[in-house]
């Protein structure tokens, strides 16, 4: 249909078989809009209090011709020299992604907390990650993750935080960020996952 929800009158076809509607790449973005005006009505209308989105597999061959790139995100991803055409496009791909980010951070600061007060952001806390630090190299350090919403007060917004060498000369670990972000949702654990590197959530966060 056309009405609030899917102003665009969005719909998959019958006739598509491969790839269906909703994988063509001309259809990325406005799946994944949709996709995301769904997480922020399931939160406000309280069917759900956690919304997990994945826009592809790790590998993906998706080609966003929005970014300006030709280039599949996978193959972008491997860019060589840092000063390559190839990196620039990867960069423009990572842009517009945060782009969509920023589409779900407004949708949720305008949608009211259905238990009063605020706003869903203001009561929620979002983690954006990505399953690597260096894609080129495969590498799991220096990992940037991005967290926004304050959690009912309990997240101070606005910082860049560096753990880097923080754990004894080591970086710490993801999986206590896991742990911080479960404490903050008042799950009450002290670990999430691997407990290799050390339990607890992240100091200072």
Not at 122 to 130: I, K, T
Request: glycine content about 12%; overall charge negative; proline content about 6%.
């Amino acid at each position: 249909g056309s009405g609030g929800f899917n102003p665009g009158g969005y719909a998959n076809s019958d006739s598509d078989n491969y790839p269906k509607t909703y994988e063509k790449e001309e259809n990325f973005r406005t799946v994944g809009e949709l996709q995301m005006d769904l997480a922020s009505l399931a939160l406000s209308c309280k069917m759900t209090r956690v919304v997990s989105l994945m826009w592809s597999h790790p590998v993906s061959p998706t080609r966003i011709a929005e970014s300006g790139s030709s280039l599949g995100n996978h193959d972008a991803s491997h860019y060589g020299n840092p000063g390559s055409a190839t990196a620039a496009a990867f960069v423009s791909m990572k842009q517009w992604f945060m782009d969509r980010f920023v589409y779900l951070i407004e949708s949720l600061r305008r949608t009211p907390d259905p238990d009063g007060g605020g706003t869903l952001l203001e009561s929620s806390v979002v983690f954006l990650c990505s399953e690597l630090g260096d894609s080129n190299l495969h590498d799991h350090r220096q990992m940037p993750f991005l967290l926004a919403g304050q959690a009912c007060g309990q997240l101070t917004t606005g910082r860049f935080l560096d753990y880097s060498g923080s754990a004894n000369g080591d970086n710490q670990p993801h999986t206590k960020l896991l742990t911080s972000i479960a404490n903050m949702m008042g799950v009450p654990v002290d670990r999430y996952g691997y407990t290799g590197h050390g339990t607890g959530p992240l100091p200072d966060l």
